[in-house]
């Protein structure tokens, strides 16, 4: 029996069945179709410009390395005329970034692009492993989220780089817009949906004379509207080397339930992904408040919240919880809510949410001391007013930024020799901050 | 090493996770009304502090009269616009009950029925009156159980008017040609009759999922259709909180966030008449004990096919609904105030203000306010335009509706 021969160039036979919509293609025919829709997206949305110097988040995995391998490829094909380098984060834990920092040596050889490996030791003073050492193995996973969200933007700065692009994926994406509902953030939902995450209106305003500031990198995901399974085909019929990790910790809950939520939902109608995407787009317009032209539809469309501060897929934000108590928690605090609304009983207390952001709720006072709140009952949607952490100069919802805090807090601690003067910070809250209960709730004094 | 878990480190494919995430650890079994009696008759009721509770609602423990006012409390709040005091002496405002026999839309007709009662008995009169409809869909073998339970229905609740209407009579009622124009061409197509017209729209869809969405689609305009004609100025949808949750992630994913603040919304709706949820803030799982604890006549209106949806589940018969909906199930039972949280979220976003002449979708008669009609203009389609023109001839569906109906492209 013949194979069936492509459904693009009907000559050679098919060898690949499209994940995207289940058409059967050659190899040569998968890589084209492949790549143009990249390009389609760059082009349709504007994301690059002539003679810009473009890092690529490197990770040594399958997203990055595609990244990587397509961008090469298109920018000589359709001439760009921008330049590729390489940008990877070392946190600085013995053994563990070895492997998949020779993946990413070995593609920078091969495609000819710079490499840069910037450390935490380089960019915040401290390596994983020494403030394991301080803060112990509990609290560390805090540090390790905050530091990581902020490096690829202090990476990029220190390289004089305007524009990080990362590889996040349509599966990436579409977890988000579903975890986002499950959570009931609407803000977040609709600014993970843009493809540029930071806020190009402001480059030119916030500091033109100082080329190191971080403020003013834009960031954006040229795979917004990959599959990840064709991610892994075009990886694996191209033989592109990429460093495969299981994460050995499962994801927050909610995020775990998305994806699980998404990979059925692929399984029922392939096209779910992209639909979800497009129902992200259109609700980050419903969003009150809203004022995205079009959720990243067009190019001129941005968020004004710089990405460095969102968890936007991947698994790093478990916070050591186990995976239940974060759906519990919530789930206890929603039904607090609902109780004291039910009893008339309704005191305003302070909220700590997540993002910092301090919010007003109403909340009956006797249960919640000292009491995980989960994190969003709000009561309506805030709109968070960014200004810059006025330690580093960070896009930050709080006068100082979250990795400024835990490093005061390290530097405070610091053995002898070194002591860093502080501003004045209220400590007990960064206490709680760094062991991770950012989430605590506290009776207001009002 | 607790500290691995936050590097970036993305699930490679093959960790593909087949089933739902949500483990066995976090359940709270107590929480669960259907096993209320063995932890319940232990305690007093907590509202009454009278009798003993027969199950346990939100951590509160129950007695039956107490469950059945807050049942009852929930629903009527709802629906404080309809009181006697508000209703014009001169003009008897009627609303539309959907009748599906599931356990939801039976309770809010055995609702509606002692709210009226309780109306005429205190003023004389009632805020409003109702008129019953069932809408028969084409797949349900079991029609003569549905006259069988309508003639019930009208026995135990002899004050409403009864319609009961095929799915086919959406051709014949909706006023608009377009919807005709979306069944598959065939060499009588002129004089095929609506079933026939039908079942040649729904032989044409290729999934599961594309079939359950034309129908549910359809019977929603049939019954806002039925509502117009017959002089109703809303509707009355029997969804829970649970149904709500389940719609707004299953239109998600079915491309229809656009349209998500019209389809869970209490109040104006695009189409001409108000809907309203009065069950809204009621769970599923709280009407099942409900409908199990008010027994005859409620119990014996209830025909629901759960249990053959259950077992299809991992067919290729899955619809999108049946995994949101199998979905909501588990989290209901284990964090049911996520399940409320998704519909308040869901209700903060705000419906795009959509003129009377915006152009609508030829299925689902949404407003396409952007004329963005099709899968195709937007960043990820991947197509060229060409395709975009061709298309502009033929029925203008939106981006959900083209996924359900894909149009021939050239
Ligand atoms: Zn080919
Ligand atoms: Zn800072
Ligand atoms: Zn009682
Ligand atoms: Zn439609």
Redesign the pocket.
């Known amino acids: 029996m013949a194979p069936k021969p492509c459904a693009l160039c009907t000559v050679n036979p098919a060898a690949i069945v499209r994940p995207k919509d289940r058409s059967a293609l050659c190899k040569p025919c998968f890589f084209n179709v492949f790549e143009t829709e990249i390009h389609h997206t760059i082009t349709s949305t504007n994301l690059f410009a002539r003679g810009e110097r473009i890092a690529i988040g490197a990770s040594g995995g399958k997203d990055s390395t595609v990244l990587a391998s397509v961008l090469k490829t298109l920018n000589e094909r359709y001439d760009y005329g921008v330049e590729l380098i390489l940008l990877s984060i070392d946190e600085g834990i013995k053994g563990y970034r070895d492997d998949s920092l020779e993946t990413v040596k070995r593609n920078a050889k091969e495609y000819g692009m710079e490499l840069t490996i910037l450390g935490y030791k380089e960019l915040y003073g401290w390596t994983m492993d020494q403030v394991v050492e301080q803060v112990g193995k509990k609290g560390n996973c805090t540090y390790c989220g905050v530091f990581r969200r902020q490096a690829l933007d202090r990476g990029a700065a220190k390289l004089g780089v305007k524009h990080v692009v990362t590889g996040h994926n349509a599966d990436d994406v579409a977890e988000t817009v579903l975890m986002n509902l499950l959570r009931g953030d609407l803000p977040r939902l609709s600014r993970t949906t843009s493809i540029v995450t930071s806020t190009p209106s402001s480059v030119a305003s916030s500091s033109p004379t100082d080329p190191a500031s971080h403020t003013n990198i834009k960031r954006s995901k040229p795979l917004k509207y990959a599959y990840e399974k064709e991610i892994v085909l075009y990886a694996l019929h191209k033989n592109l080397t990429y460093f495969s990790t299981e994460c050995i910790y499962s994801p927050e809950a909610f995020r775990g339930s998305a994806r699980a939520l998404i990979k059925n939902l692929e399984r029922v109608r392939p096209s779910a992904i992209l639909d979800v995407v497009r129902s992200g787009e259109d609700m980050a317009k419903l969003c009150p408040g809203s004022d995205e032209g079009c959720g990243g539809a067009c190019g001129s469309s941005t968020s004004a919240i710089p990405m460095a501060e969102e968890e936007e897929g991947g698994c790093g934000s478990s916070n050591g919880r186990n995976a239940g108590s974060e759906m519990a928690n919530m789930d206890r605090q929603l039904a607090q809510n609902e109780a004291a609304v039910e009893n008339e009983l309704e005191v305003e207390i302070t909220f700590h949410g997540r993002d910092g952001t301090q919010q007003k709720i109403k909340k009956q006072p006797k249960k919640i001391k000292g009491q995980a709140a989960a994190s969003v009952p709000r009561k309506a949607v805030t709109k968070q007013v960014m200004g810059k952490c006025k330690k580093c100069g960070y896009l930050s919802s709080q006068e100082v930024c979250k990795a400024c805090t835990l490093l005061e807090g390290l530097n405070k601690n610091r053995p002898k020799n070194h002591i860093e003067v502080g501003y004045d910070a209220e400590p007990e809250n960064h206490v709680r901050d760094l062991a991770g209960q950012v989430k605590g709730l506290e009776v207001g004094s009002g | 090493m607790a500290w691995r878990c936050t590097l970036h480190l993305r699930n490679h494919l093959n960790a593909l996770i087949t089933h739902f995430h949500l483990q066995p650890r976090f359940t709270f079994h107590n929480k669960m009304p259907g096993k209320h009696v063995d932890q319940a008759l232990e305690q007093p009721?907590r509202?009454?502090k009278?009798?003993s509770a027969v199950l346990v609602v939100r951590s509160e423990p129950?007695?039956r009269?107490?469950f059945f006012k807050y049942v009852h409390t929930k629903a009527i709040k709802r629906l404080e616009s309809f009181r006697v005091r508000n209703a014009n002496p001169n003009h008897q405002r009627t609303l539309l009950l959907p009748l599906s026999f599931g356990v939801s839309s039976v309770s809010l007709l055995h609702i509606l029925d002692r709210q009226l009662k309780t109306q005429m008995s205190k003023t004389g009169r009632t805020g409003f009156a109702i008129h019953v409809v069932h809408i028969q869909i084409p797949g349900d073998e079991s029609i003569i159980t549905v006259d069988e339970l309508l003639s019930k229905a009208k026995e135990a609740y002899p004050d409403f008017k009864y319609t009961s209407l095929a799915l086919h009579d959406v051709f014949r009622l909706t006023s608009d040609a377009t919807l005709n124009d979306l069944c598959p061409k065939t060499n009588h197509s002129e004089t095929a009759s609506p079933p026939e017209k039908l079942a040649a729209l729904i032989n044409s869809l290729t999934s599961a999922t594309a079939r359950a969405d034309v129908l549910s689609t359809l019977s929603t305009r049939l019954t806002v259709e039925h509502a117009k004609t017959s002089g109703c100025e809303g509707i009355l949808w029997g969804d829970t909180t649970t149904k709500l949750a389940e719609k707004t992630l299953s239109e998600t994913a079915k491309g229809r966030g656009f349209s998500l603040p019209w389809q869970i919304s209490d109040g104006e709706s695009p189409h001409g008449v108000t809907f309203n949820y009065p069950m809204r803030d009621v769970l599923k799982k709280e009407l099942v004990s409900y409908v199990d604890l008010v027994g005859s006549p409620v119990s014996d209106l209830i025909c629901e096919p759960s249990a053959i949806r259950q077992a299809s589940m991992s067919s290729k018969n899955t619809t999108i609904d049946d995994l949101m909906s199998k979905y909501f199930e588990e989290v209901e039972t284990n964090f049911p105030s996520i399940v409320s949280n998704v519909v308040r979220t869901t209700g903060k976003l705000e419906a795009v203000s959509a003129p009377a002449s915006a152009p609508r979708c030829d299925l689902c008669s949404m407003p396409v306010s952007d004329g963005r009609f099709g899968i195709h203009g937007w960043g990820g389609d991947q197509q060229e335009s060409a395709e975009r023109i061709a298309i502009a001839s033929g029925p203008q569906l939106c981006y959900g509706c083209s996924r359900s109906i894909p149009q021939p492209s050239k």
């Open positions: 009721c509202r009454c009278d009798v129950l007695c009269e107490c």
